[in-house]
């Protein structure tokens, strides 16, 4: 079976008796606090208390999310096991990013911020604990990583690296204590800003070696050049003349004329060729059209916002939305592809061409309707969170805009019917009834993506629609539900948030365009 090594200390530990313990391949995510000892040295009480809050209010709830399981806590971090490495990544990358919120209000000397190491292993099941080199190397990762920080491992990054909107800096193998071999160690650059820095980073070097590349092309063929022997001139007078006429606009010889009964081919034996002007020269291949979402236009009006549901959809409040219009659909795999196509969204999704896109982040959402609003000089965006909400009640105030209770047939969640909840992606757009404006899927099909920050509430939000500034903008607002929640998500007051740069295979979104 190998040897089994407790995880913090690394030293060998006896297994358990009875039968042979079970063993599956696991995303290991381990977290510690940096600087501990220091921190309950300046605040013992206070320390403690902190770390089980965040424990409790962001730690477990963001591994539950991520479907993740909690494995442990060991008082100044823990181990969490996850199925899916990308789910492991994406439930790092949020607990630091709140990290952040959360210590942005304290003196730098009590911040709390956590060194997380994620690795991808066999590992061996026990009740209430995890064994092996899979565990070893995930905690092993978190020691090297700086505060705030994730470190991944090379396993990690194969599974992940087209699926997330993140930067990746390799550091190289790393040997690392305990560990047989060498380790290959990422640095995820979780940012939208580090991302293009790595990318940039990686296009100059690309360039770099195709200029040396080039330069000693070039060297090869000037040295063959002058190391070739010089041969005897020719003798002008034993070429035959040739026409005036430059080479490039001779024209051909003349096809020999057709057999009798035999018809004369209408393709020449060779086509003629023209030295065209640089004006006169044909363009490259034209730009594909770029194909606009149905739209629905909305008069505006005033209506109540919000619901005592949830505490973050309180205080209800009467909101005045100006005219907009309104995408009649989310955003499909086709129009999603035609920007990846353009080279302006960054990946191709995959699906049939007329389910709404998923997996998008608001920063993709972002890129798709600024290059929406360049190719068709309209103002496209998206929609205010007032906006969204006012556009899927389609002017009631019931619980769902149909009534108060679920009603099959009218929009596609888990328990809506009609939807299927273990499918990969949801049905096809218009497959539902439209709400009364003619608007579709505004509840449930996917999660939709909004232009605001996070707000806990709607204290101080504005009362005329607009966009609400400040705020947690490292999370957006998502609305809507997905076909894989329950109906309490499909209501149109209800509200979530997510990471601004991570994408999540439930999430979409829709447009909005300004008169």
Same mark, same amino acid.
């Given at each position: 079976?190998?040897?089994?090594?407790?995880?913090?200390?690394?030293?060998?530990?006896?297994?358990?008796?009875?039968?042979?313990?079970?063993?599956?391949?696991?995303?290991?995510?381990?977290?510690?606090?940096?600087?501990?000892?220091?921190?309950?040295?300046?605040?013992?009480?206070? *320390?403690?208390?902190?770390? !089980?809050?965040?424990?409790?209010?962001?730690?477990?709830?963001?591994?539950?999310?991520?479907?993740?399981?909690?494995?442990?806590? *060991?008082?100044?971090?823990?181990?969490?096991?996850?199925?899916?490495?990308?789910?492991?990544?994406?439930?790092?990358?949020?607990?630091?990013?709140?990290?952040?919120?959360?210590?942005?209000?304290?003196?730098?000397?009590?911040?709390?911020?956590?060194?997380?190491?994620?690795?991808?292993?066999?590992?061996?099941?026990?009740?209430?604990?995890?064994?092996?080199?899979?565990?070893?190397?995930?905690?092993?990762?978190?020691?090297?990583?700086?505060?705030?920080?994730?470190?991944?491992?090379?396993?990690?990054?194969?599974?992940?690296?087209?699926?997330?909107?993140?930067?990746?800096?390799?550091?190289?193998?790393?040997?690392?204590?305990?560990?047989?071999?060498?380790?290959?160690?990422?640095?995820?650059?979780?940012?939208?800003?580090?991302?293009?820095? *790595?990318?940039?980073?990686?296009?100059?070097?690309?360039?770099?070696?195709?200029?040396?590349?080039?330069?000693?092309?070039?060297?090869?063929?000037?040295?063959?050049?002058?190391?070739?022997?010089?041969?005897?001139?020719?003798?002008?007078?034993?070429?035959?003349?040739?026409?005036?006429?430059?080479?490039?606009?001779?024209?051909?010889?003349?096809?020999?004329?057709?057999?009798?009964?035999?018809?004369?081919?209408?393709?020449?034996?060779?086509?003629?060729?023209?030295?065209?002007?640089?004006?006169?020269?044909?363009?490259?291949?034209?730009?594909?059209?770029? %194909?606009?979402?149905?739209?629905?236009?909305?008069?505006?009006?005033?209506?109540?916002?919000?619901?005592?549901?949830?505490?973050?959809?309180? %205080?209800?409040?009467?909101? *005045?939305?100006?005219?907009?219009?309104?995408?009649?659909?989310?955003?499909?795999?086709?129009?999603?592809?035609?920007?990846?196509?353009?080279?302006?969204?960054?990946?191709?999704?995959?699906?049939?061409?007329?389910?709404?896109?998923?997996?998008?982040?608001?920063?993709?959402?972002?890129?798709?309707?600024?290059?929406?609003?360049?190719?068709?000089?309209?103002?496209?965006?998206?929609?205010?969170?007032?906006?969204?909400?006012?556009?899927?009640?389609?002017?009631?105030?019931?619980?769902?805009?149909?009534?108060?209770?679920?009603?099959?047939?009218?929009?596609?969640?888990?328990?809506?019917?009609?939807?299927?909840?273990?499918?990969?992606?949801?049905? !096809?757009?218009?497959?539902?009834?439209?709400?009364?404006?003619?608007?579709?899927?505004?509840?449930?099909?996917?999660?939709?993506?909004?232009?605001?920050?996070?707000?806990?509430?709607?204290?101080?939000?504005?009362?005329?629609?607009?966009?609400?500034?400040?705020?947690?903008?490292?999370?957006?607002?998502?609305?809507?539900?997905?076909?894989?929640?329950?109906?309490?998500?499909?209501?149109?007051?209800?509200?979530?948030?997510?990471?601004?740069?991570?994408?999540?295979?439930?999430?979409?979104?829709?447009?909005?365009?300004?008169?």
């Amino acid at each position: 079976m190998g040897e089994i090594r407790d995880f913090r200390s690394g030293k060998p530990g006896k297994p358990p008796p009875g039968e042979t313990m079970p063993r599956r391949l696991a995303a290991i995510v381990a977290g510690d606090i940096a600087g501990y000892s220091r921190l309950m040295e300046l605040d013992e009480e206070g *320390t403690h208390n902190r770390v !089980k809050r965040i424990e409790r209010d962001l730690i477990e709830p963001t591994i539950s999310e991520h479907h993740g399981k909690l494995v442990k806590t *060991t008082g100044d971090g823990f181990i969490a096991m996850f199925d899916s490495p990308v789910e492991a990544v994406r439930c790092s990358i949020v607990i630091q990013q709140n990290m952040i919120g959360r210590n942005a209000a304290i003196a730098r000397d009590h911040w709390i911020e956590y060194r997380i190491g994620v690795n991808l292993g066999d590992v061996i099941i026990e009740a209430d604990d995890i064994f092996g080199d899979g565990v070893n190397v995930a905690s092993r990762l978190e020691g090297i990583a700086a505060p705030g920080e994730v470190f991944i491992s090379g396993g990690i990054y194969e599974q992940i690296k087209h699926k997330m909107v993140c930067g990746y800096e390799s550091l190289g193998d790393k040997k690392v204590k305990n560990i047989t071999d060498p380790v290959r160690v990422y640095r995820v650059l979780p940012d939208a800003a580090a991302y293009q820095r *790595t990318r940039r980073r990686r296009e100059s070097i690309l360039l770099t070696l195709l200029g040396l590349a080039v330069a000693v092309i070039a060297g090869g063929v000037l040295w063959y050049m002058l190391a070739q022997p010089r041969t005897k001139p020719i003798d002008v007078a034993q070429v035959p003349p040739s026409p005036a006429v430059p080479p490039a606009v001779q024209q051909p010889a003349p096809s020999p004329a057709p057999a009798p009964g035999q018809a004369a081919s209408p393709v020449p034996s060779a086509a003629p060729t023209q030295q065209a002007s640089p004006q006169a020269a044909p363009s490259a291949t034209p730009a594909a059209s770029v %194909p606009e979402p149905e739209i629905v236009s909305l008069r505006g009006g005033s209506f109540s916002m919000g619901s005592n549901d949830d505490p973050s959809e309180r %205080p209800i409040r009467k909101v *005045t939305v100006k005219p907009f219009a309104m995408g009649k659909y989310p955003v499909t795999v086709r129009e999603w592809n035609a920007c990846a196509a353009a080279k302006a969204c960054g990946f191709t999704a995959s699906g049939k061409d007329d389910v709404p896109v998923t997996n998008v982040s608001w920063s993709d959402a972002k890129q798709y309707v600024a290059w929406l609003a360049e190719g068709t000089k309209k103002a496209y965006r998206l929609p205010s969170e007032a906006e969204w909400e006012y556009a899927a009640r389609g002017g009631t105030q019931s619980r769902y805009w149909w009534g108060d209770q679920i009603q099959s047939g009218n929009a596609g969640c888990k328990d809506c019917g009609g939807g299927d909840g273990a499918a990969e992606q949801p049905v !096809k757009v218009g497959s539902f009834k439209p709400n009364p404006f003619g608007l579709y899927d505004m509840g449930g099909s996917v999660d939709q993506w909004v232009e605001d920050c996070w707000h806990r509430n709607y204290q101080g939000a504005p009362a005329d629609g607009a966009v609400w500034p400040g705020g947690d903008c490292g999370s957006h607002v998502i609305r809507s539900g997905s076909w894989k929640n329950d109906a309490r998500y499909v209501r149109p007051a209800n509200r979530d948030n997510y990471d601004t740069n991570v994408r999540y295979p439930t999430h979409g979104f829709r447009v909005a365009l300004s008169p």
